[in-house]
T-cell receptor, first 110, second 116 residues
Framework: GQNIDQPTEMTATEGAIVQINCTYQTSGFNGLFWYQQHAGEAPTFLSYNVLDGLEEKGRFSSFLSRSKGYSYLLLKELQMKDSASYLCAAPDNAGNMLTFGGGTRLMVKP | EAQVTQNPRYLITVTGKKLTVTCSQNMNHEYMSWYRQDPGLGLRQIYYSMNVEVTDKGDVPEGYKVSRKEKRNFPLILESPSPNQTSLYFC???????????????FGPGTRLTVL
């Protein structure tokens, strides 16, 4: 089975940097996704990591360590609009199903 | 515009009254999926479809049915809804040329269902 854990809530200040962690236990490894979801809206894709290391995409970066079963999403220069839930997700070994963590609700304060 | 659409967006119904939530995508995606989202439980996969006439159960399939007669449509059917199926439902589809969930999934806007 798949198990994905992430903190429930985080708070950060506008302009700061925040790191949202995700640990996973999967029967195989087929990459790791991060999605952003604003309240009442659909999740939108942020990143997909397959190899170890940091991938940067503008203000957002995602890191993966396969040996540790660990990933994080790094948000720089936080803006108020970054207040949202951030979902970590992993496909199963066959790539047929996607299991999501419970999501981390990020609140950005002025 | 490339998109996944769901209808209805909001529905209040009563226990036992059959309902269908439609999902349609215009991106020629082969992979489609249904999720439900509940507070504290995150997104959980109900059913998925790798291609036309190919469907399979996800983590929480009980009480739901699906069909995939055409590539673009993947309706979710609740034959006899119960209050524990009150939830926010999302349909999603994956990039063309793939039959797996390992490609980016595009989500529909969601259907908020309340079963009284």
């Amino acid at each position: 089975g798949q198990n994905i854990d992430q903190p429930t809530e985080m708070t950060a200040t506008e302009g700061a940097i925040v790191q949202i962690n995700c640990t996973y236990q999967t029967s195989g490894f087929n990459g790791l996704f991060w999605y952003q979801q604003h309240a009442g809206e659909a999740p939108t894709f942020l990143s997909y990591n397959v190899l170890d290391g940091l991938e940067e995409k503008g203000r957002f970066s995602s890191f993966l360590s396969r040996s540790k079963g660990y990933s994080y999403l790094l948000l720089k220069e936080l803006q108020m609009k970054d207040s949202a839930s951030y979902l970590c997700a992993a496909p199963d070994n066959a790539g047929n199903m996607l299991t999501f963590g419970g999501g981390t609700r990020l609140m950005v304060k002025p | 515009e490339a998109q996944v659409t769901q209808n209805p967006r909001y529905l209040i119904t009563v226990t036992g009254k059959k309902l269908t939530v439609t999902c349609s995508q215009n991106m020629n995606h082969e992979y489609m999926s249904w999720y439900r989202q509940d507070p504290g439980l995150g997104l959980r996969q109900i059913y998925y479809s790798m291609n036309v006439e190919v469907t399979d159960k996800g983590d929480v399939p009980e009480g739901y049915k699906v069909s995939r007669k055409e590539k673009r449509n993947f309706p979710l059917i609740l034959e006899s809804p119960s209050p524990n199926q009150t939830s926010l439902y999302f349909c999603a589809s994956s990039s063309p040329g793939t039959t797996s969930s390992t490609d980016t999934q595009y989500f529909g806007p969601g259907t908020r269902l309340t079963v009284l």
